[in-house]
């Protein structure tokens, strides 16, 4: 019987209901996940990847994107939402063995490229590419202030950083404020760009590859360098910061001390270290719940051993997990020739049994001795203060400009890093041609004056040294040569009234 009523089913009829919409028409964006990685060049890309994929195949093809070799150095960092009772995010490492979207919860998927293991020598990464990512990360935490730098560091560094995007100091191009607008360090002196100034003569032939190693090696005495912090509480609950890295694991107190019960500023300038505890006088480390454990073993009197084991409180769990994983990635990483076993999992799990999965050190150096590349081109991408800086590969000069103004010529060809001595002429001066020479200045002669009147050796280059016997017979000139030139120059421009000639 018809009652004169009857129903239509609108969205049915047109396949629209949700079920029949994922039935009918699947969609690769559904199966599917974008993930953007911001680089340490300021560049970011976005990379799609299966929903159920894993945190290694992320870093994978991250690591073919940027063609790195020595890719163990590196990881992806991202905030976690992990932990809504934390008063700050805190930035995790991705794990490659678990899932994305396990670790990260939801989008947007924004993850950090960055240096994980900070090396300790820079001689051991074979590749110059390598150690380009590691300055320009290096340049990033003092920028941010994660590396605290005294003002006499700063402006070491600084220099290089000068002399690998501008190259060989020219009067003729470089006007009198070329440095104006130079920021490298938090809360920099006003003078700061006048006495990076100074010193830029002084690195006079060293090419970008060489700028760099001796920012790195200048940078890994720092206390804080590679170091990867955490705030905890110790027996008598003061503040105090725990960390690792390639050398142990590194106790940081705030200065001034700050008592009992009371906030503490654990921004890393003012922290100063107290205590340091190498990896071999450890023997063990352990975490439950939010106290983090060190055992240690120390020699009294060439003979006598003692254990001893100093008790941590972090505060949170994930906080004193996260502290308990880097030790271990850490001591895996720069100690072990090959990462431990993980423990089988048992019926009954009595704790984590996280272990380092990745290739040691030791491993990454052996498999890239097989691999590298030491004449692998690629751009440098140059920082805001500069409009051009000069390069050199391969003995010959080229010019390379901006990153975002890239052109034919902005390819620079890695030099051959076997050997790291200075002569007075400096490096290739016999294979350059003579035009290509960098020209005298009045600055590079008055901190020329100034160092020879200090006793240091001539720097006139092949012209001077040819007509001068003396001159040509000048000790070679290492590293540490040219820093203690930029210590004598620092020293006589501050006590010094003579303005910088250009």
């Known amino acids: 019987m018809r009652f004169g009523s009857g129903t239509y089913n609108v969205r049915d009829s047109e396949g629209l209901n949700p079920d029949t919409l994922i039935r009918q028409q699947p969609s690769s964006l559904q199966r599917t996940i974008s993930c ?57 490492w991705l794990d490659a063995d678990k899932s994305i979207r396990k670790q990260m919860i939801c989008p947007p998927y924004n993850l950090y490229f960055r240096v994980k293991f900070y090396v300790s020598d820079p001689a051991k990464l074979v590749e110059e590419y390598t150690r380009y990512h590691l300055f320009m990360q290096l340049r990033k935490d003092i920028a941010d202030a994660r590396l605290p730098v005294s003002e006499h ?26 440095l104006d607008g130079l920021v490298f360090a938090p809360n920099q002196p006003a003078d700061f760009a006048e006495r990076v100034a100074a010193l830029h003569p002084q690195h006079v032939g060293m090419v970008p590859a060489d700028a ?148 040691t050190e030791f491993q990454t150096m052996e498999d890239v001795k097989r691999r590298a590349r030491l004449d692998r081109p690629f751009v ?57 020479q960098p020209r005298p200045s009045r600055a590079s002669s008055w901190a020329r004056r100034l160092l020879y009147a200090a006793g240091a050796p001539d720097r006139r280059g092949p012209a001077a040294s040819a007509s001068d016997p003396d001159a040509a017979s000048a000790p070679t000139r290492t590293l540490a040569d040219v820093e203690a030139d930029c210590e004598v120059v620092l020293a006589l421009h501050k006590s010094t009234s003579l303005p910088i000639e250009r």
Request: charged residues 25%; proline residues 5%; glycine residues 8%.
């Open 153 to 178: 560091s700063a402006i070491v560094l600084a220099s290089y950083v000068v002399q690998s995007e501008f190259g060989d100091f020219s009067a003729e191009e470089h006007c009198e404020n070329y």
């Open 380 to 436: 440098r991408s140059s920082s805001k203060t500069s409009f051009a800086r000069h390069t050199f590969g391969g003995g010959s000069g080229t010019r390379s400009t901006d990153s975002s103004r890239i052109s034919s010529e902005g390819v620079v060809d890695s030099p051959d890093l076997s050997t790291r001595v200075y002569s007075a002429a400096g490096p290739d001066a016999g294979a350059a041609p003579e035009a290509s």
């Open 36 to 92: 953007r990685v911001f680089f340490l060049d300021g560049t970011e890309h976005s990379f799609s990847l299966p929903r159920q994929a894993r945190g290694g195949e992320l870093l994978d093809r991250v690591y073919e994107y940027l063609e790195i070799v020595e890719r163990d150095y590196f990881g992806l960092q991202f905030l976690s939402l992990l932990d809504p009772g934390e008063e700050t995010q805190q930035k995790k």
């Open 212 to 359: 760099e190693f001796a920012f790195i090696e200048h940078a890994k005495r720092l206390d804080l360098y590679g170091v990867e912090l955490f705030e905890c509480r110790d027996i008598v609950d003061a503040t105090l910061a725990v960390g690792a890295n390639a050398f142990g694991m590194i106790v940081f107190a705030p200065e001034p001390p700050v008592g009992r019960g009371r906030s503490a500023d654990l921004s890393p300038s003012a922290l100063r270290k107290i205590s340091e505890f190498p990896w071999s006088c450890i023997m063990k480390i352990s975490f439950k719940r939010k106290q983090f454990c060190i055992e240690i073993r120390t020699v009294i009197d060439d003979e006598t051993e003692k254990d001893s084991v100093l008790t941590f409180h972090c505060f949170s769990s994930p906080a004193c997990k996260a502290l308990w994983k880097s030790c271990v990635e850490h001591h895996t990483f720069f100690r072990l020739i090959a990462p431990p076993v993980k423990p089988p999992k048992g019926i009954f799990n009595l704790g984590s049994r996280f272990r380092y999965s990745g290739r």
